[in-house]
């Protein structure tokens, strides 16, 4: 019977939090600190010619290129991105130049103009030749598969950017100590932080320390951004000899920090009648924007989840991520999955109106389950749970008997099945060779990990997982700051790993220090023997094999399962779709802290939310035009709807206690289910975000059939004036409700 | 904030009359109410104004009254009040329901009347009511008062009559004879900017203002007129497309705004009506 | 050499203060700067995410966008105010509300400001202008009603702090003398804090 694992127990930071006591970036303070900016170009490509300063330069620092002490990059995969932009600029927003000041009005007044000549930027990524990283996944014979179809059906399904926005800008701050310099950041990787600072200050390991601040959230924004805001600070602390803080506003944090890349993914599928597909033939194209950051990484997830969670025998995946002359991409909760599991569920919906199957049976038809192989060979284990997360959606939500009741209304219920990988990919954790340190103290147990709390309850799970296996009370254990001073290397705070794999190797540490325990008590332990601390480094399970050059073989160690319906609601007056319901069941492998992955599931989803309807970055010239929380819309309480989550657990075996992941794997399936819905209201959407606008357009489009074919056409003409719903009111949730009072 | 503070002079009168002093002796000087226009210009560095006038504290602009036919609003009426008020409620309930669609909770209980009017934005969602209602906007300086029909307050994009030593004190509501009706289109359903905005009034006239399709505030005179005189809905919303001159920008599309204002104008026309009782509850 | 400013006086958080302070400086940052109380947050300078929220006479407010001048005489109440004794504090630590955190003091105050026992409805227009990226509301939505709970069970603290925590607003959110009761729109299963987590299989 467990004590802590599977339990609700009180949030680690709770109190901290809830009172505001919880210290972010902007709220520390250090004596003689100064505050930083950041010159930024205005043009999307081109030669710096000249900078001038107009303004009295003394008590001011300034720092360029030429300041930087190591290599001018920003050290990620490759080293291709400036810390300063030095000869040329390659993106609206590209940092050029650093000021620092005492006082923030002097600062923000002080004149610099930068002189650039400009060239020829390439925005559209289908005209790009620089191609970042190419990817090719091959499973039997497309041509072959196609052969023996009975139907064939093409699409093209696009995506666009999405910003973070976590509620905390980006910032650090940066004080010089003993020839190096520690940062204070918000961020998702301290050693990241390290590993480039290191490099671009040309610092030994021993004199960068990297400690992460209370982090108001990181979707992945604060994933590889840090480093590059972190080395801004640094210089400007080391060559002023004073602390120095930087923050953004929203708005540059928007303009030139990184977003999800948008994506083209075209699907050519060969289907049987009875909806078995026999051949899955998929390009992905993704925009990386200006330099290459973790754009082969995106793209290589983007590509192991573009078939969706089906089998197949005949298999081509395509993917390139290509430059464009835009603010780098990033990481964004979900890391390709998201774009190209949207383009697989609505395609799969559009084979199933042709073959006028039902949605579910065509899903059930073809969903992976145990033993099944993967385009990439990988077996399938006993934890695959595609099916029941499938049925236990479409019960719960009532699927299909709304479907018929919806019909020929305003209203409409789609659905998605998706998964998600959990770990990095491929050989991905073993090259991380992730750490993870417990030491034994007189109360109980410290842990002492890089993993990072950025809402999704890390301390708090990791203190689980180590209380259960040592019988502490939770409050006996502690989770010390990341600090790259105390904590060893467990690798990033990304990829839905942090409970599977560092709470993995936490709870071997806590398995190895209760045998050491024995019968004593840590302070009795301690009393005796002195300090303990127990480390542990990661192993990769058994028989997990991973091939990068030819992409077979074992991709993930384990996947999560996930179904979602969502029902809603279009406004015919206004072509606004609005979200009335969300129904979902996803399979995590164990919920160590159910609260935290109802937390994940309902948050991912209303980002999802976002993602699909609401959130549109808008690009003119290169930069994002509506950068103002007034004009990118991310979803408020009247744009959520009630949300059914059904937590489905089939244990991992190389997972603490059996869990799995849960981060990412929410956001992944809410856009497919949503254009779903809309697509069963008759309107011909396949791309995001599903705007009013798009609605509207593709409201027209079916109209024009319609004339075009002189009649009503199966699927499309569900829109009947007069029986809509309509509201006098505001428009809004509140409003579409029948109307009351007055007469009519 | 990007605006140095230092830069930035506040005079704080304690009377209507020594603020209209400041205005014409001290100026030029920016009125400052409940912030929320304001201050986003200053935290964005955008607004170029230095010298403001603060002019919250004067009673004489409060206060919400009926003499007569006429409901009049003090200018610093907050959106709070005007939803809190039974007579708004009772009198120009299009009015309660576009003060509920102000941003949020917060906006609300700063925002006032007298600034949404002073702001001029074609987006402002109070003034497509306020023309409906054929509105007059109170104006004072040391030495007059003047009363400006909202349909001649505005001369260009946020551009009015308002000389530099006057103030907004009040606005006047005639009294509303019909059913009114209030739609804002936004870009979702709290804290959003209007893509299309209309409030219209109909009984023995029809009188129909739009937000955020020209550049300022706009009533549709011949599509009224068309309605009042027994078109069908179609031919009015053909003429209204002859009224309105929407534009691309971040937010929404011209084609959008069209198409969506022809939809509102047959929201009103069915929901309203000769004999059909006033405002729906919200 | 800095200008004299002249004294502002106001409550804070139930103390009688005095701050010398340019009059159009953001309350917000007279908050962080001249009081230390970094727990009142800046999310977007513009008035929309709600992070900045503080309770000024009674009525929740967008602190980013209220000049120091306007606060004089006025009652100001932020989080630190509520010393930690508040329901909504306890019940947004324990169901779920706060995740990240940043959004959740602005949340807490514009919470409290809606009185004890809003309906759900209440909740979702009042708390309209306070952005969460983290948990789709639903988890606030949790807290909440436990919070709501606790006050009529009459679990909580003694003392005076809470009792003017919980007068804190005007008792009446927004909307709420609209509503018809059996009209709100109510969430099935989100908001029920037994409905936190359904699993199947697996040990609990």
Known sequence: ?????????????????????????????????????????????????????????????????????????????????????????????????????????????????????????????????????????????????????????????????????????????????????????????????????????????????????????????????????????????????????????????MLATTKRHPAVVRHRTGVKKDGRLVAMDISVLMDGGAYCTLSPVVLSRGCLHATGPYRCANVRVDGRVVMTNTPPNGAFRGFGAPQTLFAADVHMERIAEALQMDPVTLRARNAFRPGDVTAT????????????????????????????????????????????????????????????????????????????????????????????????????????????????????????????????????????????????????YVRRHGTLVVTKQYEPPPGLVWDDDTYTGSAYGSFGWGCDVVEVEMDPV???????????????????????????????????LGYALLEEVVMRDGAMANAQLTNYIIPTTLDTPPMDVTILEKPYAHGPFGAKGVGEMPIDGVAAAVVNAIRSLGLDVREIPATPERVMAAEQASGDRRKARGGRQPGSARLQPGRSVRSRGPSGPRSAKPRQGGSR | MNTAIASLQLLQPSSLTAALKMLRDDGPLTPLAGGTDIYVGLNFGTLKDRRFIDISPIEAMRGVTVRGDVLRVGALTTYRELIESRVVNRLVPMLVAASREIGAVQIQNRGTLGGNVANGSPAGDTLPVLLAADALVELQSCDWVRKVPLRDYYTGYRRSVLRRDELITAIEIPAVHGSQFFRKVGTRAAQSISKVVIAGVHGAEVRIAFGSVAPTVVRVPKTEAALASGASLTEAQEILQTEIVPIDDVRSTAAYRRRVAANLLEDFWRSTGRGRAGFPQK | MTPAFPAITFTLNGKRVTVKAHPLKRLLDVLREDFGLTGTKEGCGEGECGACTVVLDGRAVNSCLVPLAQARGARVDTIEGLKGRHPLQKAFAERGGAQCGICTPGMVMAAAALGPNPTLEDVRVGLAGNLCRCTGYIGIYRSIKQANTERRRGASAPASPTARATTLGRGRGPGSARLQPGKSVRGRGSSDPRSAARRKGGSR
Not at chain 1, 580 to 599: D, K, S, Y
Request: proline share 5%; aromatic share 6%.
């Open chain 1, 377 to 524: 060979g990988q077996v399938l284990g006993p934890d695959t749970s595609a099916i029941d997360v499938l049925k236990a959606t479409v019960r719960r939500s009532d699927f299909r008997k709304k479907r018929r009741a919806y019909a020929g209304t305003s209203r409409g219920i789609g659905l998605s099945l998706f998964m998600h990988g959990a770990g990095f990919t491929g050989s991905g954790e073993v090259y991380l060779a992730s750490k993870a340190s417990l030491e034994l103290t007189e109360h109980g147990a410290r842990i002492l990990v890089a993993s990072t709390e950025i809402g999704q309850g890390q301390r708090t799970v990791h203190a689980q997982i180590v209380a259960e296996v040592l019988g502490l009370p939770i409050e006996r254990v502690e989770v010390e700051a990341a600090d790259t001073a105390f904590v060893p290397n467990s690798g990033p705070t990304v990829a839905s790993r942090t409970t599977m794999v560092v709470g993995g190797l936490l709870k071997h540490c806590a398995e190895e220090m209760k045998d050491k325990l024995g019968r004593m008590s840590p302070r009795e």
């Open chain 1, 574 to 608: 206004t072509y606004e779709v609005r979200p009335t319901r969300v129904t979902t069941a996803q399979e995590i492998g164990r919920a160590i802290f159910p609260l935290g992955a109802m937390g994940q599931i309902e948050g991912g989803t209303a980002q999802g």
């Open chain 1, 1 to 253: 019977m467990s004590r802590h694992v599977g339990r609700n127990v009180a949030r680690k930071d709770g109190t901290a939090k809830t009172t505001g006591a919880a210290r972010y970036v902007d709220d520390l303070r250090w004596p003689g600190m100064l505050y930083g900016r950041t010159v930024r170009s205005t043009v999307p490509s081109g030669s710096i010619r000249r900078i001038h300063l107009d303004f009295d330069t003394s008590a001011f620092t300034v720092v360029g290129a030429a300041d930087i002490p190591g290599r001018n990059a920003v050290s990620l995969l490759i080293d291709d991105q400036p810390c300063l932009a030095d000869r040329d600029v390659r993106h609206v927003a590209e940092p050029i130049l650093l000021l620092a000041h005492e006082d923030r009005d002097v600062l923000m007044g002080a004149r610099v103009h930068v002189d650039v000549r400009p060239t020829a930027p390439v925005l559209d990524p289908a005209a790009s030749s620089q191609v970042f990283k190419h990817i090719s996944i091959a499973r039997g014979s497309i041509d072959a598969g196609l052969a023996a179809a009975d139907l064939v059906i093409e699409g093209e399904y696009r995506t666009g950017h999405q910003e973070h926005l976590y509620i905390e800008p980006n910032g650090v701050l940066a004080v010089p100590a003993d020839g190096g310099v520690t940062i204070y950041g918000s961020l998702q990787c301290p050693y990241y932080v390290h590993k480039a600072l290191c490099t671009m200050l040309n610092l030994a390991a021993s004199r960068v320390r990297v400690v992460q601040a209370e982090t108001g959230g990181g979707f992945g924004g604060k994933e590889d951004y840090p480093s590059m805001i972190a080395g801004h600070a640094a210089l400007l602390a080391l060559k002023s000899g004073r602390p120095v803080k930087l923050v953004y506003d929203r708005a540059e944090d």
